[in-house]
């Protein structure tokens, strides 16, 4: 199979070469793969591929909220060509997006079918990349997930992990929740789905769920850290996006597929494993 990463050299993108090295992968990357500049569809076109991972995007929730434009250039506009060049390729999409397409009111996990609300910039250049690939692309599939972290490129598991190491006292948010998803364990899932007919939408993350102050302390407790982790609410942390407080994501039609992740926990747990060891290998 011929697959088109985007995003290749993210923290999902080296996941995914990974787990389809088997396959026939063409990556592409900035600078010389920039969603924003013309062209972009020939290039998608030329690669002829068969399925297109579109895990390109801008991804700084609180700078979106200072270049507004620049974050609908990349998440919209962009994810617009990718999908006008998978259509013109006969190719299938993923597009990857985000559980803060959600406002995070419901109380309950959401449904694929639920109705997105973003509350920043960053969620609404998301959701309208999801508009974008499910209007011009007639073979998509948008995956929605949520707090990814993995080796590669920066992620709350890793900055917990070094103030830890460094600090005596954390002080972590308490009143956000949602479902801490390991970019390997993703990666996987969308391997499976690659063998499947899924279009539309589905909600891929990891099992169970977890505020960020219960990750952090989960974190601390694993790598034997002495450092205290101290709760605070979103109002103390100063952030500039508004951030939706519950963003738990029901992965039911994956779960209908004969997919799943596995708890946040085991795969955190699993992760500061592979961490240590090749941190004492170096």
């Known amino acids: 199979m011929r697959i088109l990463i985007t995003g290749a ?14 396959q026939q992968l063409t990556l592409a990357d900035l600078p010389e793969f920039d969603v924003t ?7 998608v076109t030329a690669a002829q591929p068969d399925v297109i991972i579109h895990a390109a995007a801008y991804t700084d929730v609180d700078g979106a909220e200072r270049e ?8 919209a506009v962009g994810t617009e060509r990718v999908a006008r060049g998978a259509a013109a390729a006969g190719a299938r999409l993923l597009y990857l997006s985000t559980d803060y397409v959600f406002d995070g009111r419901q109380g309950v996990p959401y449904r694929e079918t639920d109705r997105p609300n973003p509350l920043s910039v960053y969620g609404r250049s998301k959701y309208e990349g ?38 005596s006292e954390l002080r972590v948010v308490s009143d956000q929740r949602g479902s ?3 970019a390997g364990d993703l990666a996987s899932a969308i391997k499976q ?11 891929a993350t990891g099992a169970g ?14 790598t034997g850290s002495p450092a205290r982790v101290q709760p605070i609410s979103t109002a103390e942390s100063g952030r500039t996006a508004q951030r939706p407080l519950y963003a738990v994501l029901s992965n039911r039609v994956l779960a ?13 747990s699993r992760f500061l494993s592979q961490v240590k060891v090749e941190v004492e290998a170096k």
């Open 209 to 222: 769920d977890c505020t960020w102050y219960e990750l952090a302390r989960e974190i601390v407790s694993l």
């Open 9 to 22: 050299s993210g923290q999902l993108g080296h996941e995914l070469q990974h787990v389809l090295q088997d």
């Open 256 to 268: 209908d597929a004969g997919i799943s992740l596995p708890h946040w926990k085991d795969a955190l």
């Open 180 to 182: 801490p998803t390991h």
């Open 130 to 167: 999801e508009q974008q690939a499910l209007a011009h692309c007639p073979n998509a599939l948008v995956i929605r997930t949520a707090w990814l972290y993995g080796t590669h490129g920066k992620n709350f598991v890793k900055t917990i992990m070094r103030q830890a190491s460094q600090q």
């Open 193 to 203: 789905v690659l063998g499947t007919n899924l279009k539309g939408i589905v909600h």
């Open 68 to 75: 507004p434009a620049q974050a609908m250039a990349v998440n």
């Open 37 to 43: 500049k013309a062209g972009v569809e020939k290039r």
